[in-house]
């Protein structure tokens, strides 16, 4: 068993690497093989509906009006009757994928064994209903499996008188048995659809879907296969023939020669035996390396803890606990669920060597799709989306308008092109994606209820690419890939403390964020905003806090020089903006700080706030979460 899962994985994984190279990570048809099964099963369930809609249930008429549908109806029943075979021949081709890719890759034990049988029912209800549909027609391809089936189902203890007397000849058959075989194969397709979707209630997030870029090339393919090869009968049925000569579907008509060739019990010991087998498998020898016991994981940022199932990946215990983690393929072809592993030991798991190398392995990386934890876990996740809500998506959106504000940040307007609105919650932020994968993330500027347009303040960062291009090239128009929401940092809305916001240059950003939340909301909490910057010119938006601090009784505006020019003639308070903190409040045991700025900024004042009495669990900050990860300054975290 061992030696057969390792060669189908080596024949994955180079399969796999194959196709991401021709089609890419996130179009590769071997990630989703489930999704493209259940899109195969719409398209034949829509095109059965309307061949339904002109089939006459009757001996003389089932055959003429599946004649008139593919010659009459100006190429749409040609192409319906296409799609609904090929269609029904991919969901047969999907599905064995499917499964034998679990298979190999041993994903099918523990708690896996109610997703693998039931699977094995969609199977048997898969087949019954294609080998009932190949019925219908009433040719001669139905005339061999009419009575073919008949004769296999003959050899079953069950059956007490031998059905295969109902086709001695012609005339021997009536049109009652086409209103039966009508109603079977709704009736077994129905009941398909129910096992599906039982089938993927315990797999978490589960794919049914697959990419629009994916189902469409899918389905225009079929579309083409129907027009170039059509679906025809082969000839009326004629129970006063043999039928000698034919052209088998051999996705689901491969043990009808064996029926012959053999026997109808031989036949039954195969299925049987082999649905039997399939069956046992969750249970049989070799076990998979795994815990016997579950294990906890902490993500960080945001301290996050779920409980992992004995064999189940990180990325799935993250999921069924409400974490929003990245992911793309769930397959480890991607890369986009990497994270690092801080404490505890894992099983890697099969993964395309190219996504995951030796030397971050070394460092403590891991695929949080194959690695299944060994032990308790303390994680680190720069992507992570904590808020349980709201999950991370991709999206693309185009450069709506570009302001610069002073003369190294520059307001970019982003309006999405999905159709769903972006979601966020007040402070979080924004990955956006450039190429070979590199990421830039930028904090939401605008309130949640304003998320028509996405705000971001980026500051032009010395030999920097991504800000150079945004201050030298990037245009209206322009279209960006982005991917969020993301972030720990945002509001809490469930205190009553005192707020304190500490903002550094562009950190401002996300401060703006929750402030036009908090006051949209009717927040009746003091706040208090510390804005610190160099000089008097990095105020970029120095007018809007000061209109706030008019307008709302519970807000305090209070920006913060630490170089003044004579030049700026400035006679507010000068120094670092935690000094000035620490000057209005020195004791902080009953306040709640947000802070976001440079590294250095956030950890001197987190540090000096902690002397003063503040609780650990009541400073949030980006920029102490992601200390190691960060360059750049405020608002820009790489």
Known sequence: MKLVRRVGQWFFLRLENLFNILFGDRLNPLYHLGAIAFLMTWIAVVSGVYLYIFFDTGVKEAYASVERITHEHWYIGQIMRGLHRYASDGMVLAMGLHMLRHFVFDHYRGFRWFSWITGIFVMWLVYASGINGFMLPWDRLAQFVTIATAEWLDWLPIISEPMARNFLMEGSVNDRLFSLLAFMHIGISLILLLVLWVHTQRVTKAQTNPPRYLALPLLLALIVLSLVWPVMSQGPANLDTLVTTLQLDWFYLPIFPLIYVWSPKEVWWLVLGGTGLLALLPWLPPPRRAASKGFQLTLRPGDETVSARPGETILEAGLRGGIALPYECRSGGCGECKCTVLQGSVDHGAYQSGVLTEAERHAGKVLMCCATPLSDLDLECENIGVVRDIPIRTFMARVQKLERLTEDVMRVMLKSLDPEPVRFHAGQYINIVLEERERRAFSFATAPHEAELIELHIKLIPGGAFTTYVFNAMKEGDILRCEGPLGSFYLREDSERPII?????????????????????????????????????????????????????????V???????????????????????????????????????????????????????????????????FAPHIKGQGGEVI
């Open 559 to 625: 920006p913060v020089l630490s170089e003044p020019s004579p030049g700026d003639n400035w006679t507010g308070r000068t120094g670092t903006v935690h000094e000035a903190i620490l000057q209005d409040f020195p004791n902080m045991q009953g306040c709640e700080v947000y802070a976001c700025g440079s590294v250095s900024m956030v950890e001197t004042a987190h540090s000096a706030f902690l002397q003063k009495g503040m609780a650990e669990d009541r400073c949030f900050s980006d920029a102490f979460n």
């Open 501 to 557: 916001f500490v903002a550094g240059s562009t950190g401002f950003a996300p401060v703006k964020s929750m402030l036009e939340h908090a006051f949209h909301t009717g927040h009746w909490r003091k706040m208090h905003l510390y804005w610190g910057v160099k000089s008097v010119s990095d105020f970029y938006m120095k007018d809007l806090p000061e209109r706030w601090a008019r307008e709302h009784d519970n807000f305090k505006f």
